[in-house]
């Protein structure tokens, strides 16, 4: 009896923990982020032809896609949109472009930053041709690979990161984060010649630069897991309002300009509908709305990266340019009332009788 009651107990304790402190499953699926190139217009003239801001950002994406919590964009995919939208790093870090880039991307949020500084501090040196040592700072001048030739007594690097994560649907800055390091040692040189991709070289992370550099990015990865939890899921949001159109019928089979980048799946079923009223501003004259009717259901057969092949379960008479929407997993299909079209009539017949109807009617339907 006791052995039964405290099994009871037990049970009831596991339920109200599920309710305080829900599971992964039902805390949603993992965010999805891209990590823009990172301005560093501030500290440009003092790294030379190094290309601080890539390399900060391949030390933060290599952390973030370690750790797990974050589904990273590739590199390879940003690149691209970069170069197709031909933007400058000033709009980069613009939070409209950035989100805008992030719808195109397929990501929930986006994340923009500035490396504000990098480089050494020094008393007394010996520093070289070149460098002066009266401000007690020394910039990474003439490039990284100058730090090979510099040997002072008592040396510091500095290194720090300011980022920024935004909400792709609304552009709003959903927090700031920074990080700031720094590494000390005495007579000893600043340490490697890494060359092009410092950041990966063998001797970068046991480098006085090295050091500084992965404090500063880890305070930053740091800092962007653990407000995982601010960024809305827009991506499975959008994969369940997925929108699109007809673009070729054949007897029963249809195919429609939305597919995997869209989040649909074979056996998703999508709601044809018939545009039967459009509605104007009377003063632009701009669409400010489309009635519409739902005409078929569509299973999916086969889906693409950017289209999908489907057949017609329901409903007839489907027409290119017809309008489609995703139904989400719980929809009954059947019990959806469609409304039936005439063979061979226009997408836009068919507003003529609801106009007319709606004329005689319109004052006892308001």
């Known amino acids: ?33 891209a990590v823009m190139p990172f ?18 950002v391949s030390l933060i994406v290599t952390r973030l896609v370690n750790d797990g919590t974050y589904s990273v964009c590739e590199r390879e995919m940003i690149d691209a949109i970069l170069k197709e939208q031909n933007l400058s790093n000033s709009d980069r870090a613009d939070s409209a472009t950035a989100a805008k880039i992030g719808k195109l991307l397929g990501v929930d949020a986006i994340i923009c930053g500035t490396v504000t500084q990098f480089g050494f501090e ?7 041709a070149g460098l002066s040592a009266a401000s007690g700072y020394i910039p990474f001048a003439g ?3 100058m730090l090979s030739g510099l040997s002072v007594h008592k040396q510091k690097a500095k290194v720090g990161i300011d980022a920024r994560v935004i909400d792709i649907n609304t552009g709003e800055i959903l927090g700031a984060v920074n990080g700031a390091g720094q590494s000390k040692r005495s007579g000893a040189s600043m340490g490697g010649n890494w060359g092009g991709n410092w950041w990966s070289a063998s001797n970068f992370a046991s480098s006085i630069a090295g050091e500084a550099t992965l404090a500063a990015v880890d305070q930053v990865t740091t800092q962007l897991t653990s407000m995982s939890t601010k960024i809305p899921d827009n991506q499975s949001i959008a994969n369940e309002n997925v929108q699109g159109k007809i673009a070729d019928v054949t007897g029963s089979t249809v195919i429609v300009n939305v597919g995997k980048t869209n989040g649909l799946k074979v056996g998703d079923h999508l709601q044809a509908e018939r545009i039967t009223k459009t509605i104007k501003d009377p003063t632009s004259g701009k669409v400010i709305k489309e009635v519409t ?34 139904l989400s997993a719980s929809t009954d299909v059947s019990a959806i009332l469609l409304t039936p079209v005439n063979t061979g009539s226009s997408s836009a017949a068919p507003a003529s009788p609801a106009v007319k109807t709606g004329a005689k009617t319109g004052s006892k339907t308001q």
Do not use: C, H, Q, W
Request: proline share 2%.
């Open 122 to 128: 020094n008393s007394n040196t010996n520093v070289g």
């Open 143 to 145: 490039g990284l690979g």
């Open 1 to 33: 009896m006791k052995f039964g009651k405290l099994s009871a107990l037990l049970v009831a304790l596991s339920m109200v923990a599920s309710l305080a402190f829900p599971t992964a499953s039902f805390a949603g699926a993992k965010r999805r982020i």
């Open 39 to 56: 301005k560093y217009g501030a500290v440009a003239a003092e790294v030379g032809a190094a290309d601080v801001g890539d390399g900060i």
């Open 293 to 326: 009717s739902p005409v078929a259901i569509i299973t999916l057969t086969e889906v693409d990266t950017g289209s999908s092949t489907g057949n017609v379960d329901r409903g007839s008479n489907l027409m290119v340019g017809d309008n489609v929407k995703k």
